[in-house]
């Protein structure tokens, strides 16, 4: 796996960077039933592509649009990802880049359909030259963005009753975790780490979203609050334990093997809360950087690991 930076993260989630309970239902990284396939009717339309057939080669070069297409039922019709889309592990991984999208090997996989992230290297108009179909999925800043590209690449790829039943899931789901948060008297504080180098996200993210959903407060907001850092400042550790957080959530476990041990080992740290009360939460890397459905199961982990204090 790359060693994602602050850039990376603002490229692709802008992100963010679950250690999840064995009895977790995680209903939303299985396809619908049903199918919409045989019914849908083309072409379709979204934003400026149309479609005129059903793709059956779909070609991914977004982490989370492969996780996305999976669970509407479109996996059969995908044929290549990129290099990071690990996840379903059944995914077609390829060495494509989605980070250095080259035009000559995409079109080498004759593709009727790209999904891409972002325009790097102009990739869209390469492959809109060479008469290749694209769709992006640029990071998400919302849920809604995330449920809209969903149900988008439900349209394009002929499973729209499915995206539909996925989103539902998404919103019922998370309904469901929010409705069930304790009353506090004062809000739980935290630091969601997306490297040892002490990047972070603050609440204006899509993952501080997700935390200020669970009831949490960020300690970097206010190394942010000009919006300079683009929600990704840097803090320093001399920030993070004055601001003495209750939480410590770990986005690097994977590509940098932090632990709650390393953290406890830093200068200064074993006297923080979080780390005396052995709340350094080990969150999963790609979960936590990605916009697809799975993230239910990390806002999951955020509420339940911020349970098992008392109100």
């Not at 790209?114 to 008469?131: A, G, H, M, Y």
């Not at 601001?243 to 932090?258: I, R």
Request: aromatic fraction near 6%; include cysteine.
């Amino acid at each position: 796996m790359l060693r994602r930076t602050p850039r990376f993260f603002a490229a692709t989630l802008a992100v963010a960077a679950l250690a999840l309970g064995a009895c977790a239902e995680k209903t939303t990284d299985t396809p619908a039933a049903g199918g919409s396939s045989a019914a849908a009717a083309y072409p379709v339309t979204v934003g400026k592509l149309t479609l005129d057939k059903r793709p059956e080669k779909i070609v991914s070069l977004s982490a989370s649009a492969t996780e996305m297409l999976f669970a509407i039922g479109a996996g059969p019709q995908v044929t290549a990802v990129d290099d990071n889309s690990n996840y379903p592990p059944d995914a077609p991984k390829t060495d494509l880049s989605g980070f250095s999208p080259n035009a000559e090997a995409i079109a080498g996989k004759s593709p009727d359909l790209v999904v891409l992230s972002d325009d790097r290297n102009k990739i869209v108009e390469q492959l809109t030259t060479l008469k290749i179909p694209v769709y992006l999925t640029p990071a998400a800043t919302t849920l809604d963005d995330s449920y809209r590209q969903i149900t988008e690449l439900g349209t394009l790829t002929g499973h729209a009753d499915e995206a539909a039943d996925v989103t539902k899931r998404m919103k019922d789901d998370i309904a469901k975790l929010v409705a069930g948060l304790p009353q506090r008297a004062e809000k739980l504080t935290y630091y969601h780490e997306l490297g040892p180098e002490l990047y972070t996200a603050t609440s204006k993210t899509f993952i501080g979203s997700l935390y200020t959903m669970a009831g949490l407060e960020n300690i970097a907001d206010p190394a942010d609050a000009d919006g300079k850092n683009g929600g990704y400042p840097q803090l320093s550790q001399e920030v993070i334990v004055k601001a003495d957080p209750d939480f410590v959530f770990l986005a690097d476990t994977k590509c940098c093997q932090q632990s709650a041990d390393t953290v406890k080992a830093r200068a200064g740290w074993a006297g923080i809360t979080a780390v005396k009360n052995n709340q350094v939460v080990a969150l999963d890397d790609d979960v936590a950087s990605r916009w697809g459905p799975r993230v239910v199961d990390l806002l999951r982990a955020i509420i339940d690991a911020a349970a098992k204090v008392p109100a």
